[in-house]
């Protein structure tokens, strides 16, 4: 239950649970944020997800203040457990 005034605030889970991959090979940051992280047509992938701009592009998802898009809330309900905690009895 939420204090009076509290808003749900979902962290999102962009670049850490999942990633957006366009057709081009680009992986870009987030719905919201186009910067792209690497492409996969130039580096592997690991070579993205250990990458200095993955990392970088992590830290500005992780500042966010919430994020409600339909990519983000379900993987966030699903990979934290908040899912499978609001389905169990109090």
Known sequence: MLESGARPNPPGVALSSHLRLSPDGTIPTCQFNSTRVGS???????????????????????????CWAECEVLPNAVYSGDLVRALLPH
């Open 40 to 66: 996969l047509r130039q580096l592997s992938f690991a070579g993205i997800w250990d990458g200095e701009v993955r990392r970088r592009q992590r830290d500005w998802v992780r500042s966010c203040p919430g």
